[in-house]
């Protein structure tokens, strides 16, 4: 699967990702950070699922229903944690993520929002 890192997960998360088998990029790599909307988009074009402890981009894609490939929303969750809930995340939704779910995971509880169909632009 591919995946997009938001810059606020710890980049050791990809570790743990690729030695599973996805593509994965951290936005931590990036020059500089191009803000929510831009990050969502390249996910976006890219047919990345978007990992985030960010909940603006929820919102965006809820309220002001941006595209979107997928969310995976980390919340309470220690970094070393994170990598590690989001392969169990995506071995148990990843068909629903691809076709544009937002998964919420924290400690304890794991909330999906099913794929809206204007979600994901073809």
């Not at 990809?14 to 088998?21: I, V, Y």
């Not at 490939?69 to 990598?83: A, F, K, M």
């Not at 809930?85 to 937002?102: D, F, M, P, S, T």
């Amino acid at each position: 699967m591919k995946i997009l890192l938001d810059t606020c997960v710890w980049g050791g998360a990809r570790k743990d990702l690729e030695a599973a088998g996805h593509d994965v990029v951290w936005a931590g790599d990036w020059q500089k950070d191009p803000g929510d909307e831009e990050i969502l988009a390249y996910a976006h074009r890219e047919g990345r699922v978007l990992v985030t402890l960010d909940k603006d981009f929820g919102e965006m894609a809820i309220v002001s229903k941006t595209k979107h490939s997928g969310i995976v929303r980390l919340v309470n969750l220690s970094v070393r944690q994170q990598g590690l809930i989001c392969l169990r995340v995506i071995a148990k939704y990843g068909n629903e993520l691809q076709a544009g779910a937002i998964v919420t995971a924290e400690p304890g509880r794991l909330r999906i929002r099913p794929p809206d169909e204007n979600s994901r632009n073809q």
